[in-house]
C-alpha cells in the first residue's frame, strides 16, 4: 500500500485553504475532458502544469463543496419524539436529514490514485451538536449508572469531537469526473462508504469497570446418569465385574437414580428368578413378539 501524504490543510483545527494537486506527467484523457467542460471556454490544457494549476483554483474556491453522503438522524432524544399512529407522519416529526459536506484538501494522481476530502466546519458543527444533544442523551439512558458515568459521558464526547475534526475521506480520483463549473460536486459511487466511516466515529458508551463474568447455574442431575462401561465381550460374566464396581462406588448403581448404558437381555433371560428384571427394563426393553416357528425348508415369505 502506498504512503499516504496529506497536506497541513487536512490536519484536525486547521483552517481550509488551497488543495494540493499532485498530477503524473500523463494526465488520463477523462480528467482533460473534465476540465475542458468545466471550463466552458477554448482554454488551453497542454501541458500538465497548466491543468494542475487550474484544477486547485477551481477546486479551492469557496463554493467548491462535495456532499459526501446524507444521514438520517433523530431530531431529539428517544424520550422525547412523537408518537403518532401513522408511520408517515411520526417519520416526518422526528428525523431529519443531514448533508455531510467537504471540500477537496489533497488530489495523487502519482502512487495512491486518491483525492481526500475534509469536513466543513458547518458540517462539523452539526454533526457535533447531534452527538451531545441526542446521541449521547440516548447512550446514557440505555446503559446502567456506576460511579463516574457522566465523566465518561464527556470523554466520550470529547473523543468524537477531536475525531471528527481530524477526519478525512480518501476515495478515488475518477470521483472529480463529476465535478461541476463553480467546483462542487457529488460523491455518488463512494457515498456508502462515507457514511459507514461517519457513522463509524458514533463509539458505544462502555462501562469502564472490569466485567465480571457470571457463574454458570449448576447442571441438575441427568436422568441417565454416566457410569463406566466395561470393556469385555462375553456379557456373561457382566454381573462379577458390574458387582464389583458398585461395591468401590454404590452410588453409581442406585437403582432409583441410574440407569446403565446398556442393557443384556440375556442377563435376565438365563436366570429370571435369581435375577429379576426392575421395573424400567420393560420401558426400554420392551418385549419384542416372538416369531412363530417354522420347519425345516418352510419359506420365511
Same mark, same amino acid.
Given at each position: 500500500?502506498?504512503?499516504?501524504?496529506?497536506?497541513?490543510?487536512?490536519?484536525?483545527?486547521?483552517?481550509?485553504?488551497?488543495?494540493?494537486?499532485?498530477?503524473?506527467?500523463? +494526465?488520463?484523457?477523462?480528467?482533460?475532458?473534465?476540465? /475542458?467542460?468545466?471550463?466552458?471556454?477554448?482554454?488551453?490544457?497542454?501541458? +500538465?502544469?497548466?491543468?494542475?494549476?487550474?484544477?486547485?483554483?477551481?477546486?479551492?474556491?469557496? /463554493?467548491? *463543496?462535495?456532499? $459526501?453522503?446524507?444521514?438520517?438522524?433523530? /431530531?431529539?432524544?428517544?424520550?422525547?419524539?412523537?408518537?403518532?399512529?401513522?408511520?408517515?407522519?411520526?417519520?416526518?416529526?422526528?428525523?431529519?436529514?443531514?448533508? +455531510?459536506?467537504?471540500?477537496?484538501?489533497?488530489?495523487?494522481?502519482?502512487?495512491?490514485?486518491?483525492?481526500?476530502?475534509?469536513?466543513?466546519?458547518?458540517? *462539523?458543527?452539526?454533526?457535533?451538536?447531534?452527538?451531545?444533544?441526542?446521541?449521547?442523551?440516548?447512550?446514557?439512558?440505555?446503559?446502567?449508572?456506576?460511579?463516574?458515568?457522566?465523566?465518561?459521558? /464527556?470523554?466520550?464526547?470529547?473523543?468524537?469531537?477531536?475525531?471528527?475534526?481530524?477526519?478525512?475521506?480518501?476515495?478515488?480520483?475518477?470521483?472529480?469526473?463529476?465535478?461541476?463549473?463553480?467546483?462542487?460536486?457529488?460523491?455518488?459511487?463512494?457515498?456508502?462508504?462515507?457514511?459507514?466511516? *461517519?457513522?463509524?466515529?458514533?463509539?458505544?458508551?462502555?462501562?469502564?469497570?472490569?466485567?465480571?463474568?457470571?457463574?454458570?447455574?449448576?447442571?441438575?442431575?441427568?436422568? $441417565?446418569?454416566?457410569?463406566?462401561?466395561?470393556?469385555?465381550?462375553?456379557?456373561?460374566?457382566?454381573?462379577?465385574?458390574?458387582?464389583?464396581?458398585?461395591?468401590?462406588?454404590?452410588?453409581?448403581?442406585?437403582?432409583?437414580?441410574?440407569?446403565? $448404558?446398556?442393557?443384556?437381555?440375556?442377563?435376565?433371560?438365563?436366570?429370571?428368578?435369581?435375577?429379576?428384571?426392575? *421395573?424400567?427394563?420393560?420401558? +426400554?426393553?420392551?418385549?419384542?413378539?416372538?416369531?412363530?416357528?417354522?420347519?425345516?425348508?418352510?419359506?420365511?415369505?
Amino acid at each position: 500500500m502506498p504512503v499516504r501524504l496529506l497536506p497541513k490543510s487536512a490536519e484536525a483545527f486547521a483552517p481550509r485553504s488551497a488543495p494540493e494537486i499532485v498530477l503524473n506527467t500523463e +494526465v488520463p484523457c477523462w480528467l482533460t475532458k473534465t476540465l /475542458k467542460r468545466v471550463s466552458g471556454t477554448k482554454r488551453s490544457f497542454n501541458s +500538465v502544469s497548466q491543468r494542475s494549476q487550474y484544477l486547485k483554483q477551481t477546486l479551492g474556491a469557496s /463554493k467548491a *463543496i462535495w456532499t $459526501l453522503c446524507s444521514l438520517l438522524l433523530l /431530531k431529539a432524544p428517544d424520550a422525547d419524539l412523537r408518537k403518532n399512529c401513522d408511520a408517515l407522519v411520526e417519520a416526518l416529526h422526528n428525523y431529519q436529514f443531514l448533508h +455531510v459536506e467537504a471540500y477537496v484538501v489533497h488530489v495523487d494522481m502519482v502512487s495512491a490514485q486518491e483525492v481526500a476530502f475534509k469536513l466543513t466546519p458547518e458540517t *462539523i458543527e452539526r454533526l457535533i451538536e447531534y452527538h451531545a444533544d441526542i446521541y449521547s442523551v440516548d447512550a446514557s439512558a440505555d446503559t446502567p449508572e456506576w460511579p463516574g458515568k457522566e465523566s465518561q459521558v /464527556k470523554s466520550m464526547q470529547d473523543d468524537f469531537r477531536q475525531s471528527v475534526n481530524q477526519f478525512v475521506l480518501c476515495t478515488r480520483v475518477s470521483a472529480l469526473e463529476g465535478m461541476e463549473k463553480d467546483g462542487s460536486g457529488e460523491l455518488i459511487q463512494d457515498s456508502k462508504k462515507a457514511k459507514r466511516a *461517519i457513522m463509524e466515529l458514533f463509539l458505544p458508551l462502555v462501562d469502564p469497570r472490569p466485567s465480571y463474568r457470571l457463574a454458570s447455574p449448576l447442571r441438575s442431575k441427568s436422568i $441417565l446418569c454416566e457410569e463406566p462401561r466395561v470393556e469385555n465381550t462375553d456379557r456373561r460374566d457382566d454381573d462379577t465385574e458390574l458387582g464389583s464396581l458398585a461395591q468401590h462406588n454404590p452410588s453409581l448403581y442406585d437403582p432409583w437414580c441410574s440407569l446403565p $448404558l446398556y442393557f443384556s437381555r440375556h442377563h435376565y433371560d438365563m436366570c429370571p428368578i435369581q435375577n429379576p428384571p426392575p *421395573i424400567w427394563y420393560e420401558l +426400554v426393553n420392551p418385549t419384542m413378539p416372538a416369531e412363530p416357528e417354522r420347519q425345516i425348508g418352510e419359506c420365511a415369505c
